[in-house]
């Protein structure tokens, strides 16, 4: 596996540790195939109760490495932007896999938490995020949509109203105000962040696994994820072709203001 994401075993608790630090755990290529080695090797794993998932260095992860979307047309060819329903499954798939696993996972944030990144979290069953944590959905700000479950997770753990506000300004909230709306369910003291997420992990040990994973696939399966995964695929799809999605790369790239056309 990549040094990119790393991986051990602490008896009952597999933990999976993004490992790109000095880019603030940016989410590029290599990253995301490593994680999702990751997710299949805990799958895999006998014995295991629980998945906690982290970032090295100082943030969890600032979310998509942009640069790495550049890099797009070396893995689906010249014409990638008229396979973006394809290339949104792929990326789906990897948070599915992740979602889908039977043993619970909790995610421990800090730092930052955008974009991707976000998504990665909402696809887990449980967040706890240190105090001063940055959150975020900015895809809106670059022309796209949260396409990689956001969306649809967004909405389906805090309501369209609040998921609206979210995505429509791509704004970033801190961590009190993410646990006030119901996205983290812990804010606590950086320090005591390992620690708290542990402590959940040894309260779910002392319940029956097979209820344990029964109970999460009941409450998973209430939603109708797949419909909203394929509509962010078909909006993505559109966006991504957009004269808007241009201008919000190069603005980001640029580190000035976007100057959107509404086409």
């Known amino acids: 596996m990549s040094d990119l994401v790393l991986t051990q075993q602490k008896d009952s608790i597999f933990e999976i540790v993004l490992n790109r630090a000095d880019k603030r755990n940016a989410i590029n290529a290599e990253l995301f195939a490593a994680f999702d080695t990751a997710v299949i090797q805990a799958n895999r794993t006998p014995g295991i109760r629980a998945v906690l998932i982290r970032g090295e260095g100082k943030a969890f992860s600032a979310g998509i ?19 973006m329903r394809s290339i949104t499954d792929d990326f789906q798939a990897v948070l599915n896999r992740l979602e889908r696993l039977e043993v619970p996972t ?51 753990l805090i309501g369209p109203g609040r998921a609206k506000e979210l995505i429509f300004t791509g704004r970033q909230i801190d961590a009190d105000q993410a646990e006030k709306w119901g996205i983290v369910n812990y804010t606590v003291p950086l320090e005591d962040l390992q620690a708290k997420g542990l402590e959940l992990a040894a309260e779910i040990n002392l319940a029956a696994p097979l209820a344990v994973g029964m109970a999460k696939r009941v409450i998973d399966g209430l939603a109708d994820m797949d419909r909203g995964l394929m509509f962010e695929g078909w909006a993505q799809s559109q966006l991504i072709s957009s004269e808007d999605f241009m201008e919000g790369v190069q603005s980001f790239m640029l580190r000035r203001k976007p100057d959107f056309k509404g086409k």
């Not at 490495?65 to 008229?82: E, F, I, M, N, T």
């Not at 696809?123 to 001063?132: F, L, M, P, V």
């Open 65 to 83: 490495d942009v640069s790495s979307l550049l890099g797009l047309a070396d893995r689906y060819g010249a014409h990638w932007q008229q396979r």
């Open 106 to 156: 909790i995610v421990l944030l800090h730092g930052y938490c955008l974009g991707m990144a976000m998504e990665l979290a909402l696809a887990c069953d449980i967040r706890i995020a240190a105090e001063g944590t940055r959150l975020g959905l900015p895809e809106t700000r670059l022309g796209l949509i949260p396409d990689v479950g956001g969306t649809t997770r967004l909405v389906r």
